[in-house]
């Protein structure tokens, strides 16, 4: 069954570093998605992505966030200077439009 | 601007009990509803998906009923088992937003002791 891959799994950066995200949707899904998840916390939507551009964002997506489809597969998340308040498990979806959106495993960013 | 809230908190049940997780929505113009399960620093694992049309949606041992009116849907397990233990989520999209994102509600710890 597809599935959307994450990588990598764990992320460990220090404060102000770039990190990139990395995801890998559903081949024939048209909107991409980051969310979002601090420890304990809702899932927060952070942006999405559909006919390469960014269809809708979130108060949390700020200019130190970022997003690509750099080759028709990958879809990245970038954060140009990371805040000891960024780190979270943050998740990449994807689907089709009319169904259910399809979540990877997450990504756990730690900011030291 | 919609919110969304699950009820109770934190379950334990024995194994073998049916039991019904909550959501509630403040805005009815939702497009669809879908619960999720979220085990332990893990992803989330799509359960059902109900659009805002439809009034029921069972996967297995699962059942998920939607009332729009009353901005309310809830989850019912049957035959609950000790493999069910995990964290309920219910997220909804909002009306005429093909694509839209998803607002998640708080989720429902759910512990099954055998």
């Known amino acids: 069954e597809p599935e959307v891959t994450q990588t990598p799994s764990h992320q460990v950066t220090q404060m102000g570093q770039e990190v990139i995200l990395r995801c890998v949707p559903i081949s024939n899904h048209l909107y991409f998605y980051w969310y979002r998840q601090i420890l304990g916390q809702k899932v927060e939507f952070l942006v999405s992505?559909?006919?390469?551009?960014?269809?809708?964002k979130s108060e949390i997506f700020d200019d130190q966030f970022s997003v690509e489809r750099p080759d028709g597969s990958n879809f990245t998340l970038k954060i140009r200077s990371t805040k000891l308040e960024d780190s979270a498990m943050y998740f990449c979806?994807?689907?089709?439009?009319?169904?259910?959106?399809?979540f990877g495993p997450g990504t756990r960013l730690t900011v030291t | 601007k919609q919110e969304v809230t699950q009820i109770p908190a934190a379950l334990s049940v024995p194994e073998g009990e049916n039991l019904v997780l909550n959501c509630s929505f403040t805005d009815s113009a939702i497009y669809n509803l879908q619960w999720f399960r979220q085990d332990p620093g893990k992803g989330l694992t799509s359960l059902l998906l109900i659009q805002s049309s439809q009034r029921e949606q069972t996967s297995g041992r699962l059942n998920a009923s939607l009332d729009k009116s009353s901005g309310r849907s809830t989850l019912y397990i049957a035959a609950s088992q000790p493999g069910d233990s995990a964290t309920y989520l219910c997220a909804v999209s909002l009306r005429g937003n093909q694509g839209g994102k998803l607002i998640f509600g708080q989720g429902t710890e759910l512990s099954v002791k055998p």
């Open positions: 979806a994807s689907t089709a439009g009319y169904y259910e959106q399809y």
């Open positions: 992505f559909y006919n390469n551009e960014i269809s809708e």
